[in-house]
């Protein structure tokens, strides 16, 4: 696989050598393509496609990226976990060809283009020792902000609520405060860089509640999903919106920028029919 990972190097602007190529971490651009004809027929894709943002979008552009690898072996894929702040921000300077973001833009935003290539459920978690089993999405919003403070206001255990979120600039913690109206209003007992670690203080803790990408809660023990109104947190509730608390997964793009043939290229392939499977076993939910 030539899909080129650079999270860690990101802040010390380290370089990392993969493939035959020299990666640069951070806003890395693209390397220029060089199409060959293959035998005098349509020209063959090769060359770098350089995306950069979300880190939640992880698994689901990996796997896009394979797949698409797989069937253009001269095309490299690279792909900065930074966040989609930056992602959105590389896209805009014409640093990355394709901005990865789990959020939509802002008004601020301009001059991008936005693509949903999937969708994500944000689940509301508490430890599995918790006899809470459904929560009404004003509660959830009372929770994050303080005005609900001890789990037997809404049925439980005469415990303190401990609200665990993610750190700022977080496209989870965007996405989940701009649905439940909590920007910057959350008071958190921890506020943690991962999703991982987000589970796994809840797991932890008996009076914790968190928020994590739907994909990623089955796999942790210790914790469990809530309903919101009564809706659980499924594929089809988030792909029909019943499901109140979930968020896109865009390929952000500049406006009136030509991108390169193997760019359009692997944009097609991610909002085609034949990325649904790819997208589902990514742990996303496909647009439709």
Not at 129 to 139: H, K
Not at 186 to 215: D, F, M, P
Not at 231 to 251: D, H, S, W
Not at 265 to 285: H, L, P, Q
Request: charged fraction near 15%; aromatic fraction near 4%.
């Amino acid at each position: 696989m030539k899909m080129l990972s650079r999270r860690a190097f990101a802040a010390a602007g380290v370089a990392v050598v993969m493939s035959g190529m020299l990666a640069l971490a951070g806003c890395g651009g693209s390397t220029p393509a060089a199409n060959n004809t293959n035998g005098g027929g349509a020209a063959e894709l090769s060359g770098t496609v350089s995306t950069n943002g979300s880190t939640s979008m992880e698994r689901v552009i990996g796997s896009l990226s394979e797949a698409f690898m797989q069937e253009n072996t001269k095309v490299t894929i690279t792909y900065d976990a930074t966040g989609s702040g930056t992602g959105i921000e590389c896209a805009g300077n014409g640093s990355a060809d394709i901005g990865l973001s789990s959020r939509d833009l802002k008004s601020t935003e301009t001059g991008l283009t936005s693509t949903t290539v999937a969708l994500d459920g944000i689940a509301v978690v508490v430890n599995s020792g918790n006899g809470v089993a459904n929560l009404t999405l004003q509660q959830v919003t009372d929770i994050f902000t303080g005005k609900i403070t001890n789990w037997k206001e809404v049925g439980g255990e005469d415990l303190e609520i401990a609200c665990i979120g993610r750190e700022s600039g977080s496209g989870t913690r965007d996405g989940f405060e701009s649905v439940t109206q909590t920007t910057d209003a959350c008071k958190l007992a921890q506020e943690l860089t991962s999703t991982g670690a987000v589970l796994t203080a809840v797991a932890n803790s008996k009076n914790a509640i968190g928020y994590a990408s739907v994909s990623s809660v089955s796999s942790q023990s210790g914790v469990k999903a809530v309903t919101i109104d009564g809706v659980e947190c499924t594929e089809a509730n988030i792909q029909n919106g019943k499901y109140a608390i979930q968020r896109p997964f865009n390929l952000i793009t500049k406006e009136g920028k030509e991108l390169s043939t193997q760019a359009q290229a692997f944009i097609e392939f991610c909002t085609s029919s034949a990325a649904s499977d790819i997208i589902r076993k990514a742990g996303a939910v496909p647009v439709k």
